[in-house]
């Protein structure tokens, strides 16, 4: 028998090792705001061939490039388990095929505002009372 033997979970920890506590509900609500904004966002910026978000990470003080279907599954695990898991970023990413989530909250902003301001200024029909 080996110490390989004993090795329990995927880093060889305890097996029984707590996770993180679970999500408060307005944590819950923030992340469900967050996955119908980046609907939103992917909606808008793709068809313009923005590939994802621009992440910056604390941990290694880097950005990560994080394309809309890692982005979402993401979100999604961090409902489920309280956290993400870590993932491979994408191999010698174009930065220009990513926005940060600012930026993107500001386009879809700008698009907005433009259909509101298009739509306040489009002519009406003319009503029988305004003769």
Not at 9 to 23: E, K, N, Q, S, V
Not at 38 to 56: A, M, Q, S, W, Y
Not at 91 to 105: G, I, L
Request: hydrophobic share 30%; charged share 30%; aromatic share 6%.
């Amino acid at each position: 028998m080996s110490t390989w033997d004993d090795a329990t979970g995927p880093d060889f920890g305890p097996a029984d090792r707590p996770g993180p506590p679970p999500l408060t509900m307005e944590e819950r609500a923030g992340v469900l705001d967050d996955l119908a904004e980046l609907e939103v966002f992917r909606t808008l910026l793709e068809p313009t061939g923005i590939k994802g978000i621009v992440v910056d990470c604390p941990d290694c003080d880097e950005e990560h490039h994080v394309d809309w279907a890692l982005m979402q599954a993401n979100l999604r695990q961090l409902l489920d388990e309280g956290q993400t898991g870590r993932h491979e970023p994408p191999f010698d990413p174009n930065p220009d095929d990513y926005v940060s989530w600012d930026y993107a909250s500001g386009y879809a902003d700008g698009i907005a505002a433009a259909a509101e301001h298009e739509a306040d200024t489009e002519p009406r029909g003319r009503h029988a009372r305004d003769d």
